[in-house]
């Protein structure tokens, strides 16, 4: 039995896209293999490690438990979308400075759940940033140095604001 196609548009990154899509075709497929965009990642495939999260709308989404039909009409940013070599965005600039990452796997998760949280919570405590990335699993940094880099983005993007 072939599976449907259904139509959707959408924004990926800012770009508008339209494309056909099986019904049961997951998010993080459809952004890996239809466009291309490596950046999220497929660790555990239930929804657990948070590798795949994306913003959907403006919220942190487990996109190998959305179905890209469940996207039509929406805003999808995915790592690539926050910024790129010549421009970091001050997470990724934090990242790299704070040593954020090891083997990288778990950062574009945790760069998009942490970019929601600082936009709904610009000066966050540690215990809040730790309670946002609990649920992303990370095997190799013992979560500090993530921590600390998001609270060091959490001043740059205040400080940027200020000078603004």
Known sequence: MTSKLHEIELSVNGKSVRRNVPSRMLLSDFLREDLNLRGTHVGCEHGVCGACTVSVDGKSTRSCLTFAVQTHSC?????????????????????????????????????ITAEE???????????????????????????????????????????????A
């Open 75 to 111: 805003s999808v940013r995915t790592v690539e979308g926050l910024g790129n070599i010549q421009n970091l965005h001050p997470l990724q600039q934090a990242f790299w400075e704070k040593h954020g990452l090891q083997c990288g796997f778990c950062t574009p998760g945790m760069l």
């Open 117 to 163: 949280l600082l936009t709904n919570n610009p000066t966050p405590t540690r215990e809040q940033v730790a309670e946002a990335i609990s649920g992303n699993l990370c095997r190799c940094t013992g979560y500090e140095t993530i921590i600390d880099a998001i609270m060091a983005a959490s001043e740059a993007m205040q400080k940027k604001e200020v000078n």
